[in-house]
């Protein structure tokens, strides 16, 4: 009896720890699940919403005027100039005032979201979520 619990025991464990929660966005055009479920975001860091994006952001920018906004997109500034800028594009507004300064990021991550940037702004709240275009 006893090896029978310790062996069910080991399963539930193998069982919930291997187990992970799929991101609600799996390729680019699912964005427009974080607005469907944009409730779920509100109020809440910006890196609670970006945990849920599988796909590489490749490019981002800020946006410091009010209300202030980040930009993101799954493909790459140059992929972006040859679609004439028809991308699917994440917008994510915060509450705080953004402190985007293009001009002091390093010149070839400029666009570029990075783990010092999820840092930095990973805290800010989210306030609105807009998605246009396809991938």
Do not use: H
């Not at 929660?21 to 509100?42: H, R, S």
């Not at 509450?95 to 979201?113: I, N, S």
């Amino acid at each position: 009896m006893k090896n029978t619990i310790k062996l069910f025991a080991i399963l539930i464990f193998i069982t919930t720890t291997s187990c992970k929660a799929q991101q609600m966005v799996q390729v680019p055009n699912d964005a427009y699940k974080l607005k469907t479920n944009e409730q779920q975001f509100i109020n809440k860091p910006l890196k609670n919403l970006l945990k849920e994006i599988k796909p590489e952001i490749k490019f981002v920018l800020g946006t410091v005027d009010y209300p202030s906004y980040f930009s993101f997109r799954f493909i790459t500034r140059e992929e972006l100039n040859r679609k004439d800028g028809g991308a699917l594009a994440l917008y994510v507004y915060v509450k705080e005032p953004l402190d985007w300064k293009f001009d002091e990021r390093p010149k070839d991550m400029a666009y570029q979201w990075t783990k010092d940037d999820l840092e930095k702004y990973g805290g800010l709240t989210v306030i609105r979520i807009k998605v246009i275009g396809k991938d």
